[in-house]
């Protein structure tokens, strides 16, 4: 829910899907591919760390900015995820302003950005 407020009012179209599994079926269904994804580590059926790895592997899917979002705080997890193709990490609890600042990192909402 907060990350939907957060992206919402940087302008960004909100759809959702429960787990990766989902979340590869419904952006295989979409005529666009979005720009961003946030994605949990710990999902059912497909965790973040498997989505971010077959979304790497499906070309269609290989432009979109990865951000994994999760309560999963240890470097070698951090690490397993950069490598297997997030292009950032946030560790919950986090702050507006500190989703914002890794949005604005990743070159998808201006520097300096307010919610």
Known sequence: MILRRIVGQ????VVEAEDGRAALDLLGGMAEVPALALVDWNM?????LE???AAREDAR?????????TTESEQSQIVRALAAGAHEYVIKPFTSEA???KLALL???P???NT
């Open 10 to 13: 940087l302008g960004f179209e």
């Open 51 to 53: 989505f971010v790895a």
């Open 99 to 101: 989703m914002i600042d």
């Open 107 to 109: 070159g998808l909402v």
């Open 61 to 69: 899917l290989r432009e979109i900015t990865l951000v994994m979002v």
């Open 111 to 113: 520097t300096g950005a």
């Open 44 to 48: 059912p059926n497909m965790n973040g």
